[in-house]
């Protein structure tokens, strides 16, 4: 089975700090991504990347930032945290196949700013 | 440009009646169709997907068939459990080059009493 795995489950930062969310996938996928997940929203995209070192904006990037300086690892980071960012974060990844593959996610990472 | 809509929650039912959960889509190209579930406390799991017209995707007793005439994707069950209580997320993605980036619904909640 595919296992994706975000760093943590729940946490708490304060405002203007710099926040580091990772999330490592298992299977080899080349496809990875961020979400962010609220009430009424649905899910959003943040960010996704296709391969080491590439990265492509999502929906809503404004804020955030990422790296993928390996296969297997995506991190998100939030430059300077705001209380507009607390949610749930949600990392996912994918195998390159021309879009019949579906998204593989880990558990989230519900973030707080105080 | 591509968009999923799905039906309003909260959707209450008693235990053994029957589910459906509409869903239907816009989309540029040919999509692949997907229904994911999000159990509490918990990230998304595919629950289903079918990738081209009258492709029924079933997975625990749920099913749903790709219609392309009505493009929709309707979510069924004929007799739901207290433990199918959970969020579902309808869900396309296109067939194309490089990531295979997602577009998901609101969701909805589902809760199934005894």
């Known amino acids: 089975d595919v296992k994706v795995t975000q760093s943590s489950r729940y946490l708490v930062k304060r405002t203007g700090e710099k926040v580091f969310l990772e999330c490592v996938q298992d299977?080899?996928?080349?496809?990875m991504f961020w979400y962010r997940q609220d009430p009424g929203l649905g899910l959003r995209l943040i960010y996704f990347?296709?391969?080491?070192?590439?990265?492509e904006k999502g929906d809503i990037p404004e804020g955030y930032s990422v790296s993928r300086e390996k296969k297997e690892r995506f991190s998100l980071i939030l430059e300077s945290a705001s209380t507009n960012q607390t949610s749930m974060y949600l990392c996912?990844?994918?195998?390159?196949?021309?879009?019949?593959?579906?998204?593989?996610f880990g558990d989230g990472t519900r973030l707080s700013i105080l | 440009g591509n968009s999923v809509t799905q039906m309003e929650g909260p959707v209450t039912l008693s235990e053994e009646a029957f589910l459906t959960i509409n869903c239907t889509y816009t989309?540029?190209?040919?999509?692949?169709l997907f229904w994911y579930v999000q159990y509490p406390g918990e990230g998304l799991q595919l629950l289903l997907k079918?990738?081209?017209?009258?492709d029924k995707g079933s997975n625990k007793g749920f099913e749903a068939t790709y219609r392309k005439e009505t493009t929709s994707f309707h979510l069924e069950k004929g007799s739901v459990q207290v433990s199918d209580s959970a969020v579902y997320f309808c869900?396309?993605?296109?067939?194309?080059?490089?990531?295979?980036?997602?577009?998901f619904g609101t969701g909805t909640r589902l809760t199934v009493i005894p």
């Open positions: 079918a990738t081209k017209a009258d």
């Open positions: 299977m080899d996928h080349e496809n």
């Open positions: 990347s296709y391969d080491v070192k590439m990265k």
């Open positions: 996912a990844s994918s195998l390159s196949s021309g879009g019949r593959q579906p998204q593989h």
């Open positions: 989309a540029t190209g040919y999509p692949s």
């Open positions: 869900a396309l993605t296109l067939i194309q080059t490089g990531a295979n980036n997602l577009f």
